[in-house]
Nanobody, 118 residues
Framework: QVQLVESGGGLVQPGGSLRLSCAASRNILSMFAMGWHRQAPGKQREWVASITRTDNTNYADSAKGRFTMSRDNAKNTVYLEMSGLKPEDTAVYYC????????????WGQGTQVTVSS
């Protein structure tokens, strides 16, 4: 089992920045990959970014060039740096962990709200 706790969400103006954090209850290197997903009101949850244990990162088209995912193995924490935020980025952001290269994410955090509004 892995517990994931997100933090760092909040209200930000369009064009602003936020850094989300996700602290894991155990060594994140034991996971094949960590990911960020988001769910906007009335929409399905969507994948935003992921990072593998070998630091290979991937981003959804909506995140490319604006979001950066990173990890601090010593702190068992992953981050999502978001800049150039837009109102359409408003969503609950979830951290997730995947133990294998295939299949769905196994573990999920409770989510943190990000609201982009003037």
């Amino acid at each position: 089992q892995v517990q994931l706790v997100e933090s760092g969400g909040g209200l930000v103006q369009p064009g602003g920045s936020l850094r989300l954090s996700c602290a894991a209850s155990r060594n994140i290197l034991s996971m094949f990959a960590m990911g960020w997903h988001r769910q906007a009101p009335g929409k399905q949850r969507e994948w935003v970014a992921s990072i593998t244990r070998t630091d290979n990162t991937n981003y959804a088209d909506s995140a490319k060039g604006r979001f950066t995912m990173s990890r601090d193995n010593a702190k068992n924490t992953v981050y999502l740096e978001m800049s150039g935020l837009k109102p359409e980025d408003t969503a609950v952001y979830y951290c997730a962990a995947r133990s294998s290269p295939f299949g769905a994410y196994d573990y999920w955090g409770q989510g943190t709200q990000v609201t982009v509004s003037s």
